[in-house]
C-alpha cells in the first residue's frame, strides 16, 4: 500500500490570512492523482481539490491551491483568505491512476481558524 | 451530482449482536465500493473492497469473518459487523464509483456512527 504522511497535526490560522498544510507521499508508480480532503464536524467527506500527477500544473480552485513536486514527492495545499468555514481536518489523498480506486489517506490535519 | 447514502447515520446495539450498515448508489450503478473505518481523531483506514457479484477484497488485518461485506447489487453494499465488540466502536465510510478504475469521480457516503455497548 501506499504511504501518505501529514506531518502537522494541528494548524491554526487568522481569519483572512493564508496557511499551508504539508503532505508528502511515498509511490513507486508514476501515474496517479492525488487529493485534499475535508472532513468537517458532520464527517461528510468534501473534497477540496484534485491534482493528476501527469499535469505539471498545480491545481487550483478558488482559494485553495496546490504546490505539487513530483520529484520531491509533495503536495501542500495553500488556503488563502482563510474563512471561519474552513476550519476542518483535512486529508491528503493519494490513488493510483491503474490499480483501482481505494485511497490512501494520510493521518489529517485538524485546522483551527480564528476569528 | 451523484449521491452515495449511508444507512443508518448512528446505531447503538450491544455487545454480541450483530449489524448492519448500507451503502447505496442513488444515481448510478456502482461496480465497486470501499469501506474505511475512522477512529476518533484518527484517518480513514481501508477495510475493504465490494466487488458487485464477488467477493470482497480485504485489506491485510482485516478480519474477514467479523467485518461481512455483501455486494448484491450495483448499487447496494452492505457491511455486516458480527459478534460486535466495544472495540469495534467507530465511524465507517464507504465511497463507491461508477467506473472501476481511476479518473473518475469517487463519492463518499455520509458515514455511519457505531455504538458498541
Known amino acids: 500500500a501506499q504511504t501518505v504522511t501529514q506531518s502537522q497535526p494541528e494548524m491554526s490560522v487568522q481569519e483572512a490570512e493564508t496557511v499551508t498544510l504539508s503532505c508528502t507521499y511515498d509511490t513507486s508508480e508514476s501515474d496517479y492523482y492525488l487529493f485534499w480532503y475535508k472532513q468537517p464536524p458532520s464527517r461528510q467527506m468534501i473534497l477540496v481539490i484534485r491534482?493528476?500527477?501527469?499535469?505539471?500544473q498545480n491545481a487550483t480552485e478558488n482559494r485553495f491551491s496546490v504546490n505539487f513536486q513530483k520529484a520531491a514527492k509533495s503536495f501542500s495545499l495553500k488556503i488563502s483568505d482563510s474563512q471561519l468555514g474552513d476550519a476542518a481536518m483535512y486529508f491528503c489523498a493519494y490513488r493510483s491512476a491503474n490499480t483501482g480506486n481505494q485511497f490512501y489517506f494520510g493521518t489529517g490535519t485538524s485546522l483551527t481558524v480564528i476569528p | 451530482g451523484a449521491v452515495v447514502s449511508q444507512h443508518p447515520s448512528r446505531v447503538i446495539c450491544k455487545s454480541g449482536t450483530s449489524v448492519k450498515i448500507e451503502c447505496r448508489s442513488l444515481?448510478?450503478?456502482?461496480?465497486?465500493m470501499f469501506w474505511y473505518r475512522q477512529f476518533p481523531k484518527k484517518s480513514l483506514m481501508l477495510m475493504a473492497t465490494s466487488n458487485e457479484g464477488s467477493k470482497a477484497t480485504y485489506e491485510q488485518g482485516v478480519e474477514k469473518d467479523k467485518f461481512l461485506i455483501n455486494h448484491a447489487s450495483l448499487t447496494l453494499s452492505t457491511l455486516t459487523v458480527t459478534s460486535a465488540h466495544p472495540e469495534d466502536s467507530s465511524f465507517y465510510i464507504c465511497?463507491?464509483?461508477?467506473?472501476?478504475?481511476?479518473?473518475?469521480?469517487?463519492?463518499f457516503g455520509e458515514g455511519s456512527w457505531l455504538t458498541v455497548v
Open positions: 465511497s463507491a464509483s461508477d467506473r472501476p478504475i481511476s479518473g473518475n469521480t469517487i463519492y
Open positions: 444515481d448510478f450503478q456502482a461496480t465497486t
Open positions: 491534482q493528476e500527477a501527469y499535469k505539471q
